[in-house]
């Protein structure tokens, strides 16, 4: 055999041996099978798992920096950790009705996964037991947008699926024929010749989900236009931020510095001031401190009287974002809080964590997680029987 016939072959062999992890498959992204198991690692501070068990849910976190998926569970008393890896996870909307979940991959282009529980398997004879305990979350399907939406939270409005579109200081939504239309923005960004949405000037980054747009409200670090773009070091963040109305496109909330995870629970709204580490409520035209924790708040959802929140250490270059902030004491984690009295129920704690984005639901009925564990070595060939033969709706027919 010729050098060159061995060159061809060693090349074709590098092909047929690549893309064969399930885990690449799934996330589209060729690192996803060298996810470090440093990330995964955690400590435990009060009644967290008792808190999550009570609760009956399995809590799925964006770690969007580490490009990560955690879902955070307990199965039969026991602890559940597992992950899946994915370019950039921010937004997370879990529609619990139709079992399913829609994660925003906020890298250049965007991408849209959505996810489903694997509910049993395809008849196969040339396949053994494929891992469905726990009805493990695989993706479905996903869509692509421009990366200039550069989107950040996901939420469904109406019944229908909507996002922070934060490079176009609007929301979108996600389900029209043509991908995605801008249904929503503020008043400051209005021009004689309409919306300018040609750059970030706000960072309006979260959606309180009402019934309709005109019921929902929205987070954003800004209120007007100005020569100072977010993302500039000398973009002014303290006590600017402020909550919109989505009836009257204007501020309802001001004094917040860098708002994110704005929500509506029990007819209160909720938001993280991330820059001051606080758990806050609306109260008229200003914000009250409900619970201060250790870190960059963002990440929020509500499980009847329990508010899962989430910590993040801040980006050293953006330390200015974060007046309120012991940066050397702050932590990546998940807090359980009962928002009647305010007192930490439970924490969970990564030491290498850095940054979550956002915290959603689904009940633990539907699914315990992902397929992928920590050290899950020895289920990988359980995995891959996973992605061969899933199937996620009723047993197909035969004929």
């Known amino acids: 055999m010729t050098a060159a016939a061995e060159d061809d072959e060693a090349i074709w062999a590098r092909h047929q041996a690549v893309w064969r992890d399930p885990g690449q498959i799934a996330s589209q992204w060729e690192d ?99 891992l469905l305990e726990g009805k493990p979350l695989v993706p479905v399907r996903t869509s692509y947008f421009p990366g200039s939406l550069y989107m950040h939270d996901l939420a469904f409005v109406g019944g229908e699926l909507h996002a922070n579109a934060v490079g176009l200081n609007a929301v979108v939504r996600l389900t029209g024929p043509d991908g995605w239309r801008a249904v929503w923005w503020p008043k400051a960004i209005d021009t004689p010749s309409g919306p300018d949405l040609r750059r970030n000037y706000l960072q309006l980054n979260s959606i309180a989900a009402g019934a309709d747009i005109e019921r929902s409200f ?26 919109f109305s989505g009836r009257t496109r204007e501020p309802v909330v001001r004094g917040l510095t860098r708002p994110h995870s704005a929500r509506l629970n029990h007819r209160r709204l909720w938001v993280a001031n991330s820059g001051y580490g606080e758990l806050a409520y609306a109260d008229g035209e200003r914000c009250v401190a409900h619970t201060r924790l250790p870190g960059w708040t963002r990440g929020l959802c509500f499980r009847g009287h329990v508010a899962f929140v989430g910590t993040s250490r801040v980006i050293p270059r953006f330390r200015r974002y974060a007046p309120g902030l012991d940066l050397d004491r702050s932590l990546c984690g998940i807090h359980a809080i009962d928002v009647r009295s305010g007192r930490v129920l439970g924490s969970l704690i990564w030491p290498t964590g850095n940054q979550i984005f956002a915290v959603d639901w689904l009940p633990r009925s539907t699914t315990l997680g992902f ?26 027919t035969k004929g």
Request: net charge positive; charged share 25%; glycine share 8%.
């Open 218 to 243: 929205f987070s954003a670090s800004a209120d007007r236009v100005s020569s100072r773009r977010p993302g500039h070091l000398n973009f002014p963040v303290d006590r600017r931020g402020v909550i």
């Open 32 to 130: 996803a099978e060298r996810t470090d198991p440093r990330l995964l690692r955690h400590t435990v501070r009060g009644a967290f798992w008792e808190t999550l068990a009570d609760a009956n849910a399995t809590l799925v976190v964006s770690r969007e920096y580490e490009h990560l998926l955690l879902a955070l569970s307990v199965d039969r008393g026991r602890p559940r950790v597992s992950f899946m890896a994915m370019p950039h996870p921010s937004g997370i909307a879990c529609d619990r009705r139709r079992a399913t979940m829609f994660v925003a991959s906020t890298r250049n282009p965007n991408q849209l996964f959505e996810l489903a529980p694997a509910r049993g398997a395809l008849e196969r004879l040339d396949a053994g037991d494929p």
């Open 371 to 396: 397929p992928f564990t920590p050290g899950g070595r020895r289920g990988s060939e359980r995995v891959k029987l996973l992605f061969y033969s899933f199937r996620t709706g009723q047993a197909p």
